[in-house]
């Protein structure tokens, strides 16, 4: 019953996908309709007139989008639902597809890791249906053909549901790249703009490269079993060595598709590029499937960590958290700007989960689950305010038609809605205390203060150091929010656009959202719920579980025990809601002070203009001037002098480009070399026939002296 | 049996068919004709096979056995589909005026010739006829890839006649070397017989056998395109008509391959040094290498995918080479999904030129706003021959990545750089040519995909499962070859 | 083994294989095409006759037909076939410069030794005498391919790929007695058609670059002027 | 019975804030040889202010408004956290020190979003100061809290409290860093010399006033009284985690006095050093900050260092 869920879900966002290409081919379906009446003119009469109807030329593409959406949406709920029912289950369902190699069918399996990333994929995909049909009711068909997004995206979320169901190395992989493929193809879909095609091939460049090394570190598990099942791979004994290398081999691929710092360059190329809600599934969830992979890959595949791999994954994570925050902080770009913010996001998850491969490793295995639990409530909650966040974005670039958040503005009072959930959004993903974001940080803090029970004096400074770097990160997008937020929706508008933006009309697109900024809320107060599922990942992956419903009651959170640390959203709530409702009340009774509008203080120089506002650039720079090491900054004031002296200043402009170091360490001496290999490659090519006689010659020649 | 030589007849009478009347209008759908029939011949040799198992010609003259059906049937199937796909192309070339009656003349009886040469390569038990057919594809292409008569495609025609020729005579030394050796231990007359050769594998003497084995890898190799015998490939690929490169691309290279692990197989029975495996590794695995990075370079659209088929006739050397079950499964599934793949490839190519007006890759732009069918075709014949999942060429990719990492862990890493490289060359190119706004110039032309469609369809249905006959037929050929069963 | 010790027919194959090797020898330091051509034309006829000794003395009768091919194809046919072109196309008072001609002689003859160590191992399953000529015949195949690369005329090219062919049958005769008649039947035809085809080239190139050398043909190259 | 005292205990807190404030400007005055306003002038400016008619810029959003709101709720919800008079209080087990810098955070976030509703320039000024010197402050507060939850092995305040009460007197050097880290944090989290001067509306050097320049009679009253609180609750933090006795374990009248009196004393200490350093010290540049933080961090760190090093045997 749960597989047959979980298989609903693969088929209806494949048949969602299939159901898309029917966009072009309505004078198919009508002469098909025309010869089916034709030959069977009394049946049916009432269905005629329904598919008559459906098929009129105004209406098809609207009941044909509306439909596509339908299914999605449909696929997302069987894919949480199921989720939801095998971690409550705590069964391990596994299955067969006569498809794939001859000797070696697809083999399914279905437990609560898995079940765990479909309630992730799920919700997700659920209020991306909500969304689009407002969204890409824009697109104009002959540009941007409704088919090609619809069939990709259909692909899109089955590769990912289809990942999460393998349970051999081949169908992982094909499932994996069918993922990368379709989501290329979505990255590409608007592919005019010379900059996006640069994005998508860079993407699928990464893809590829990343795919093969995962291919690799599989190839590593299987020399040592017999077989590419996920079973076999589990049973094969590796010298630490080799799991090392197919660790190193499965970071490395993961790692790219997860965007960990320094291999992270594609993505926020690629992200931005794509539409909204399909940016929302990539970041919000695809990084997830990457994730899912590795957490499988090591903990499940591999079996046996090892606690410098806990230190490997702890770097690297601080560094992707850092280095993804800094570069968001720096974009103005909005949804570069989130790409980036995945980044960090990704960053800290694999911290935690680093932690957690220590304890695991130093034989602490209750302790490994409560990382394991943060890591894994961290990405369900990235999954939530990043999908938020990328709808919001969405909305806002629908409306304004712009993504440049200093030419934004004022938009609190234009799109209210909007601007709430936006504010939940940033609020979540701020990690600030009643929403999602900060009980998982409060994990990760949680995780790392039980550094004192390891015996390695090393690992016990190297973790609070990194769990401080942790706390930077969070102030740090505390603030790079606070900059979004405040340049998009307050203030005054700096361009006309966002003068003349207006609240969306489709109510989809913010039920879509608002979903999801619910969830965020509802997640933020009630954890329990989420660490409840999670709890079964655990002990199906550790077997181990917290020691949680404390003592305390439902109300709390005490993840370790309640004497060391405990945190009650509800109670806060209360709180809070007490003491402002106290404060509100008391203030507000007097009439005589009832609120006064008037002109805000220009200091006498006649108005205040939207460009006296703080731009982006000018409410970062205190930190770009502190972590300047941080960037490639490239900063150009051009003066123009005029008057007697030519001392005056006529105008001036002034240019920022900041850019990534890994773009100029990493990628562009790669590319360099490749070419210039390959210039050295063309020379054998030199045109002339004696010369390639030569060669034929030459290696006629060599052979025979090499053999005899 | 009487299918074996139904199917040898058919582009005989085709070749006189043509070259008695000439060309007509409707010379093209003839030639469709001839090679569906001929398809329906091999399907029927293929049952036969499938019924009987291993057959062989009471003279000794044919063997068809696993190892070789299925390429005859392939060999059918590509003939016909591009025969489909060089109709229209070719009536479109004669309204640009590029080519005259008589040319297509030429053209249609040489299609039929290098039909038959390619059926009688892959046939014949006899080791000299194969040189002889192998030696007359040569002679039925090499006026077809002059056929526009410009300076370049005369030029591309002399370096592939020469280089060929040239080629293909170290094989004729190897040829009578193997002779020479056989001569040694059994009768003359049919001491050329594979059948028999093979039995006998074990009498022969290894180092005569080594030396010819290096004559024929250096011969049939030219023929493959293996690095640094491959200089003629790219120019006869690029400047003939494409449907000429895309059965170059898609059948000769797989049928000089298959004369390869003919001999190879004869060589593993009698030495029992790897030698000869280790000989293709070496081979394949450079010229995988360098083709990919040749893949970056290019300007001319139909060079970039004569690049990307030596790349991978490279990778399916290598895989024989390696000599165990997977790699040689792996090998064999490469050869079925590229050549479709490639021929699939090269009919979106020529398409893509017809547009544009041009082989230049700068030329080429906006293919999906211009002509959605052919920019989507192309794309996503890029992406099966690049190697993603679900096509088949992800599949033969991946075991041949496991077998390697069986047998020669140290290599993968050479052979993952190689993939990444060549699928960056591959994109760079293909991207700007099939996205973007189109050019003024550019107008859709009259063009039949389905051709494209089968193939890709086919390479999908492959990827995702591969159909028990053909599976059958694939373990049967590797136990022939490896003397193991896939796992 | 001394040769005096052999039967006339091993003693008259090796004088054979001597006189096709220095024909070899005598092609590779040519200059002007009609002698090259002559030359050629010799060494096919040293190719009858050996193949006519070797059916004389096996009185095996398919070589005759062999002989008579050769004799049709290669001294005949060719020579004349591209005489003729020669004339046509004006080139018979032309002389290519041979560049380190003295180089080519020597690596040339450095190629004999080295066909003869290569087919050492041989040696165990037959005469000396049999490996010596066979040691010339692949020499003969390896000097044509020299020829081609030292060579610029496209007419020498055709010479040195026709003097491979005859390598190889040189090798065919004095190895196996000849090949089964099918494949000799084959290659003969082969044979052939390349002759023709090579003619309709030279019309081409000739057309197309005004000229026979190839190196001009280069328009297809990959190299960064 | 404990709830009861919990909420009267942040009742407490509210009310204390201003004196404290009051008691600070007073000590701040003398020492410069001025006359000092009155121990209560504190409390008379938020009445004075909440009985005014307050004046909002013409186009601000309702986030202008609902943020004095929540910017004092916030902190005191942070206050309920802070053991003052007594230990064991169940609002200290709803929430820990990291939920705690939770709410500062929270607070601070709507604090810098009021900042930019208006659009003037010294709003986003202050944002973004604020938001750069806190996000450098957070990491150094929660290396030197680290140390004193390591010691303790847990984050619960309260527990931490009552492990080191039951310690008695231990000498321990991670304590000493961590002090000085967690004073160092202090200053620049409340707005106080070197870092901020809140006494100043010199518009090049302002930070919190510049958020805050557009709020008027009740908003203004809740700012206020909110960075009030915040002062004296790391004040009691600082006061009550390194020498938390006389602080109340069990809630009879007698105890419970004690501890008000044992924290009004400490508070009173602790104020005078803070008026004397401000006093003495100048105000730093802007770009120092990173300097003067990174300090602090490295205090944190040596904290941190010295706790694992050398008071842990393994």
């Known amino acids: ?708 | 049996m009487i299918a074996a030589y139904l199917v040898l007849l058919i582009p005989s009478v085709g070749i006189l068919v043509f070259v008695l009347t000439g060309h007509k209008t409707d010379t093209g759908k003839l030639n469709v004709r001839f090679n569906a029939i001929c398809l329906l011949a091999t399907t029927w040799l293929a049952i036969n096979v499938l019924n009987q198992g291993t057959i062989l010609s009471s003279g000794k003259a044919f063997l068809i056995d696993p190892f070789n059906v299925y390429l005859i049937v392939l060999t059918a199937f590509v003939g016909l589909t591009t025969s489909i796909f060089s109709a229209p192309y070719m009536a479109h070339e004669k309204e640009l005026g590029k080519l005259t009656d008589k040319r297509l003349k030429l053209y249609y009886s040489m299609y039929q010739g290098f039909m038959l040469a390619m059926y009688l390569v892959l046939t014949t038990n006899n080791m000299g006829v194969m040189w002889v057919a192998m030696e007359g594809a040569t002679l039925a292409t090499v006026l077809l890839v002059s056929l526009y008569r410009t300076p370049e495609s005369i030029e591309a025609a002399w370096k592939y006649f020469i280089l060929c020729g040239v080629g293909i005579a170290q094989a004729l030394f190897g040829t009578i070397l193997l002779y020479y050796a056989a001569v040694q231990v059994g009768d003359v007359e049919n001491s050329l017989l594979w059948s028999v050769l093979y039995e006998n594998a074990n009498k022969l003497n290894p180092e005569i056998l080594e030396i010819a084995f290096v004559f024929m890898l250096i011969g049939y190799g030219t023929k493959i395109g293996l690095v640094p015998l491959h200089n003629w490939l790219p120019d006869a690929h690029s400047e003939g008509p494409t449907p000429m490169s895309a059965v170059l691309s898609g059948l000769l290279l797989n049928d000089a391959l298959y004369a390869v692990v003919r001999n190879k197989m004869l060589v593993d029975g009698a030495s029992h040094s790897n030698m000869a495996g280790l000989l293709m590794m070496g081979f394949g695995l450079l010229s995988f290498l360098v083709a990919a990075f040749f893949l970056h370079r290019q300007k001319d659209i139909k060079r970039l995918f004569s690049y990307s088929s030596i790349e991978h006739m490279g990778m399916m050397t290598f895989a024989f080479g390696i000599g165990s079950s997977l790699s040689t499964f792996a090998a064999l599934l490469h050869m079925t999904v590229h050549s479709l793949t490639k021929s699939a490839i090269f009919v979106t190519v020529g398409h893509a030129a017809q547009v544009a007006g041009s082989q230049r890759i700068d030329n080429i732009r906006g293919l999906i706003k211009t002509q959605p069918r052919i920019g989507w075709g192309l794309l996503i014949g890029t992406i099966a021959i690049a190697g993603f999942p679900p096509f088949g060429v992800f599949t033969s990719e991946f075991l041949v990545l496991l077998a390697t990492m069986h047998s020669y862990p140290w290599l993968t890493p050479l052979l993952l750089l190689g993939i990444g490289i060549a699928f960056a060359g591959l994109f760079r190119h293909i991207q700007p040519m099939v996205y973007g706004d189109k050019p003024e110039s550019q107008m859709p032309v009259k063009a039949n995909l389905w051709p494209v469609m089968i193939h890709l369809a086919l390479v999908l249905w492959l990827g995702l499962a591969i159909p028990g006959f053909l599976a059958n037929w694939f373990s049967q050929a590797t136990i022939l070859i490896s003397g193991s069963t896939p796992l | ?225 | 019975m404990s709830w009861l005292i919990a909420i009267l205990q942040t009742m407490l807190f509210a009310t204390l804030a201003p004196l404290l404030a009051g008691w600070l400007k007073w000590c701040k005055c003398r020492l410069q040889n001025r006359k000092a306003p009155s121990l209560f002038q504190p409390y008379r400016d938020l009445i004075k202010l909440t009985n005014k008619q307050p004046v909002v810029a013409g186009h601000a959003s309702w986030l202008f408004t609902i943020a004095p709101y929540i910017i004092f709720s916030a902190t005191v919800l942070a206050a309920t956290v802070v053991p003052l008079i007594a230990v064991d209080l169940p609002t200290s087990a709803s929430a820990d020190v990291i939920v705690m810098v939770g709410f500062f955070a929270f607070a601070r976030f709507f604090l810098a979003l009021a900042g930019l509703d208006i659009g003037t320039a010294f709003g986003g000024m202050g944002s973004s100061r604020e938001m750069t010197i806190s996000s450098l402050a957070e990491p150094a507060m929660l290396m030197a809290i680290f140390t004193l939850t390591m010691t303790a092995s847990t984050t619960n305040l309260s527990v931490a409290i009552s492990h080191v009460l039951n310690e008695g007197l231990v000498l321990r050097p991670s304590f000493v860093f961590a002090l000085f880290a967690l004073i160092l944090v202090a200053v620049a989290e409340t707005g106080r010399v070197p870092v901020d001067n809140p006494a100043t509306h010199l518009e090049l050097t302002m930070i919190h006033e510049a958020m805050i320049l557009e709020y008027s009679g009740r908003h203004l009253a809740l700012i206020e009284w909110a960075s009030q609180l915040k002062l004296m609750l790391y004040g009691v933090l600082i006061a009550n985690i390194f020498f938390p006795w006389g602080i109340a374990e069990t809630f009879n009248l007698k105890t419970l006095g004690y501890g008000l009196l044992a924290i009004m004393g400490k508070l009173a200490v602790l104020a005078i050093f803070l008026a004397v350093s401000e006093t003495l010290v100048a105000k730093m540049r802007l770009f120092r900050v990173q300097e003067y933080l990174g300090f602090a961090y490295l205090l944190g760190l040596l904290g941190m260092l010295s706790h694992i090093i050398l008071e842990t045997s393994r």
């Not at chain 1, 973790?463 to 942790?470: D, G, H, T």
């Not at chain 3, 090259?36 to 006519?52: E, S």
């Not at chain 3, 020829?147 to 190895?175: D, K, P, T, Y």
Request: proline share 3%.
């Open chain 1, 1 to 708: 019953m749960i597989l047959l869920l979980a298989y609903g879900a693969v088929l209806l966002s494949f048949a969602s996908g299939l159901l898309a290409l029917m966009m072009n081919q309505r004078q198919m379906l009508l002469d098909l309709c025309q010869y089916w009446y034709k030959k069977f003119p009394d049946r049916h009469k009432f269905g005629r007139s329904i598919f008559e109807n459906a098929l009129k030329e105004r209406r098809y593409p609207h009941l044909l989008r509306q439909v596509v959406f339908v299914l999605l949406g449909l696929s997302g709920i069987f894919a949480a639902l199921a989720g939801v029912s095998v971690m409550l289950g705590q069964e391990i369902i596994t299955d067969q597809i006569g498809l794939g190699l001859p000797w070696l069918p697809w083999h399914v399996r279905f437990d609560s890791l898995s079940g765990f990333f479909y309630l992730i994929i799920g919700i997700a995909v659920t209020a991306v249906s909500l969304y689009g049909p407002g969204y890409v009711h824009a697109y104009d068909e002959s540009q941007h053909p409704f088919a090609v997004l619809g069939l990709f995206t259909g692909l899109f979320v089955s590769g990912m549901l289809l990942v999460l169901l393998a349970d051999d190395a081949f169908f992982f992989m094909i499932a994996w790249e069918l993922m990368s493929v379709a989501s290329y193809f979505l990255v590409a879909f608007q592919h005019e703009n010379p900059a996006n095609r640069r994005a998508a091939f860079l993407y699928l460049l990464m893809a590829e490269v990343g795919a093969l090394a995962i291919i690799l570190g599989f190839g590593v598990l299987a020399s040592f079993a017999d077989g590419f099942t996920f079973d076999a791979l589990r049973e094969a004994k590796l010298s630490t060595t080799w799991a090392s290398i197919a660790f190193a081999l499965a970071l490395l691929g993961f790692g790219m598709k997860a965007g960990v710092v320094p291999i992270h360059v594609w993505l926020p190329e690629a992200h931005p590029v794509a539409p909204s809600h399909i940016s929302a599934l990539m970041s919000g969830v695809m990084l997830k499937v990457a994730l899912y992979g590795l957490i499988r890959f090591c903990y499940d595949l591999i079996g046996a960590v090892q606690w410098q791999w806990g230190v490997v994954l702890l770097i690297v994570g601080t560094i992707s958290a850092l280095g993804g925050v800094l570069y968001a902080m720096m974009q103005t770009n909005l949804k570069r700007l989130l790409a980036y913010s995945s980044v960090e996001n990704i960053g800290i998850i694999f911290m935690v989960l680093g932690l957690s491969m220590i304890f695991m490793a130093n034989g602490h295995p209750q302790l490994a689950a409560l990382g394991l639990l943060a890591a894994l409530f961290h990405a369900f909650n990235h999954a939530l305010f990043k999908n938020l966040l990328f709808l919001g974005a969405g909305i806002i670039q629908h409306q304004t038609h712009e993504l440049n958040i200093d030419l934004m503005g004022g938009l609190i009072k234009r799109m209210p809605q909007t601007s709430k959930l936006f504010l939940v959004g940033c609020m979540s993903i701020s990690s600030l205390p009643l929403f999602n974001g900060f009980v998982s940080e409060w994990l990760a803090f949680q995780t790392a203060l039980q550094v004192d029970i390891l015996d390695n004096g090393v690992l016990r400074s190297l973790i609070p150091v990194s769990a401080a770097a942790l706390a930077l990160t969070a102030a740090l997008a505390a603030a790079c929010f606070v900059n979004v937020f405040g340049m998009i929706f307050l203030g005054q508008a700096r361009s006309r656009h966002s003068e003349k933006a207006h609240e969306v009309k489709e109510k989809g697109m913010l039920a879509g959202s608002a979903l999801l900024a619910g969830l965020c809320f509802f997640i933020g107060i009630f954890p329990g719920v989420i660490i409840h599922l999670i709890n079964s990942v655990a002990g199906q992956l550790l077997g181990q579980t917290l020691p949680n419903d404390t003592a305390l009651g439902w109300l709390w959170l005490a993840p370790v025990s309640s004497e060391q640390a405990s945190y009650s959203p509800p109670l806060v709530l209360i709180a809070a809601l007490i003491a402002a409702g106290i404060s509100f009340w008391y203030l507000r009774r007097n009439p005589a002070t009832v609120m006064r509008r008037a002109e805000p203080w220009d200091c006498g120089f006649g108005g205040l203009t939207s460009r006296m506002q703080y731009s982006s650039s000018a409410f970062t720079m205190p930190l770009r001037r502190i972590f300047a090491g941080a960037w490639i900054i490239e900063e150009q004031i051009g003066k123009e002098m005029q008057g007697a002296m030519n001392q005056d200043v006529a105008t001036i402009r002034y240019q920022l480009q900041i850019q990534d170091h890994s773009w100029s360490r990493l990628y562009q001496p790669i590319a360099q070399g490749v070419n210039k290999l390959a210039k050295q490659v063309g020379r054998i090519q030199t045109g002339n026939i004696r010369v390639y006689l030569g060669y034929s010659f030459v290696t006629l020649l060599f052979m025979l002296w090499v053999i005899s």
């Open chain 3, 1 to 225: 083994m001394n040769i005096g010790h052999q039967d006339f027919y091993t003693q008259a194959i090796l004088s054979m294989a001597a006189l096709v090797g220095l024909t070899s020898f005598l092609m590779l330091g040519q200059g002007r095409l009609l002698r090259l051509i002559f030359v050629f034309a010799l060494q096919g006829f040293l190719l009858t006759l050996t193949t006519a000794l070797t059916a004389y003395s096996l009185d095996n009768h398919h070589l005759y037909i062999s002989a008579a091919l050769t004799l049709a194809l290669k001294v005949m046919f060719i020579p004349w076939m591209l005489r003729r072109q020669v004339l046509l196309m004006n080139m018979h008072r032309d002389i290519e410069a041979l560049k380190n001609n003295t180089a080519v002689m020597m690596g040339g003859a450095s190629l004999m030794v080295f066909s003869y160590y290569v087919l050492h191992p041989i040696v165990q399953t037959s005469s000396t005498i049999m490996l010596n000529a066979l040691a010339v015949s692949l020499s003969v195949v390896l000097l044509g391919m020299l020829l081609m690369i030292s060579h610029r005329q496209a007419v020498a090219h055709v010479v040195g790929f026709m003097s491979i062919e005859n390598g190889l049958f040189f090798a065919a005769i004095v190895a196996t007695n000849g090949m089964p008649m099918v494949v000799e039947l084959g290659v003969a035809f082969d044979v052939l058609v390349a002759a023709v085809l090579f003619g309709i080239f030279f019309f081409h190139i000739r057309t197309s670059i005004d000229s026979l050398d190839v190196d001009r043909l280069n328009r297809l190259h990959e190299v960064d002027k």
